[in-house]
């Protein structure tokens, strides 16, 4: 088995898909690994560490020769990856709804695509769950980032001078990413509200200190939804929504957003005339600005000025954390492929429930049900 790490070729990638630490588990399963000079430096590892861990350094093309697995964070061009044995696997985030082309160039070139993002969000997998280790990061860079914007302090502070009052930061969506960020706005002395579409959240935002503000009058989803996923809202619930967001949001200091529904745009939680009503030098960080973003003139990586707010948000959050989301998301791939590895046949052998739920191309044709559907 011989594994290729790649450096990114994606604008503003800066993370790596294999660390120095999980390029030498790869070897002590009897795998050989080639990693891409440089592909490491990004995120702070040098070649030298990987060439310590056992791994051969070299040009792409040299990485790539005969390689049975390719592993990326963003899935490179096909064209790109000319010289993998015939059938390679290539496991990255794929953005399958967002890249069907690619998904077909894929199958066109008789690669084997495995989209970490269709990880099925079931017990054994959390280990693997590539979604969940970056979303937890940009949860966390987002306050951070947001607090830097703010031109006041986030706790209170009583000082000789007077008293500093505790910034007030609102959590639009409850899933990974904005349990870390309520996480880590009560850490920096916030007083924080949270919202959700879906019921179990109420008790998640309670544990961690912060407070529930729910639609009352129009039923959400129950419990976590399915697969701890969210569906569109019917026009009921988004109108209540509104009302509720309207009376809440002008005396927030702070709002994160990180409202998500899988292989759709993200749903429209603040509207302009709603940001009107915010005090001027607020802040509001939109992390699914990438996917069409929850807030109304938000733009990726442009800090924009509405009505004296600050609308903020990256095309891609844990790139700015890149060691960490490194570190983590290696760990994801290695999990992920060493859980089904066959030491008699030296390789990984998937099973049905997650290697049909990833797969995306198989011999030639796109095989997945989730996108063929
Ligand atoms: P996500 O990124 O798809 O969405 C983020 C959040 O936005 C979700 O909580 C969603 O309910 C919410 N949302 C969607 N539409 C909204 C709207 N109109 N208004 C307000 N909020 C809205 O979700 P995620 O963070 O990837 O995961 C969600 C949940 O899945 C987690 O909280 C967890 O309970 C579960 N999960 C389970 C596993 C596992 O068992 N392996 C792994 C990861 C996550």
Excluded at 175 to 204: F, K, M, N, Y
Excluded at 212 to 229: C, D, K, T
Excluded at 256 to 271: C, F, V
Aim: glycine residues 10%; charged residues 20%.
């Amino acid at each position: 088995m011989r594994i290729a790490v790649l450096q990114e070729r994606a604008a503003g990638e800066t993370r790596v898909a294999a660390t120095p630490e999980t390029v030498k588990k790869f070897i002590a399963l009897g795998a050989s690994v080639a990693v891409e000079r440089g592909a490491g430096e990004t995120a702070c590892i040098p070649d030298a560490l990987y060439e310590d861990a056992g791994a051969e350094l070299g040009l792409a093309a040299d990485a790539l020769r005969g390689a049975d697995i390719v592993l990326a964070v963003q899935a490179p061009e096909p064209a790109a990856l000319a010289g993998a044995a015939p059938g390679a696997w290539v496991a990255a985030i794929f953005d399958p709804f967002g890249e069907r082309a690619r998904v077909e160039a894929y199958a066109r070139a008789g690669l084997e695509a495995l989209a970490m993002e269709f990880m099925p969000r079931i017990t054994r997998a959390q280990s693997m769950d590539v979604l969940s280790s970056q979303s937890n990061l940009a949860g966390y860079k987002a306050v951070l980032a947001a607090a830097n914007a703010y031109g006041r302090a986030f706790p209170m502070m009583m000082t000789a001078a007077g008293t500093v009052a505790a910034a007030k930061v609102f959590v639009m969506g409850v899933g990974v990413a904005g349990l870390q960020a309520i996480a880590t706005a009560r850490r920096l002395g916030a007083q924080v509200s949270a919202t959700d579409v879906r019921s179990a959240t109420r008790e998640q935002i309670q544990s961690l200190g912060a407070k529930p503000v729910f639609v009352e009058n129009v039923a959400g989803i129950e419990g976590e939804g399915s697969g701890g996923y969210a569906t569109e809202m019917s026009e009921e619930y988004q109108k209540a929504q509104a009302e509720l967001v309207s009376s809440h949001i002008a005396k927030q200091d702070i709002v994160i957003t990180t409202a998500l529904i899988p292989g759709r745009a993200a749903p429209r939680l603040i509207s302009d005339a709603q940001i009107a009503t915010m005090k001027p030098g607020s802040v509001i960080f939109d992390l699914a600005v990438a996917q069409g973003g929850n807030v109304e003139g938000s733009v990726a990586d442009q800090t924009v000025d509405r009505h004296g707010v600050r609308i903020m948000g990256y095309s891609n959050t844990p790139a700015a954390l890149a060691a960490d989301a490194s570190a983590l998301y290696a760990r994801n791939l290695y999990n992920f492929l060493s859980a089904f590895w066959d030491k008699e046949q030296g390789k990984p052998v998937l099973d049905a429930e997650i290697g049909n739920a990833v797969r995306l191309t198989q011999g030639g044709a796109v095989v997945n049900e989730r996108i063929k559907g």
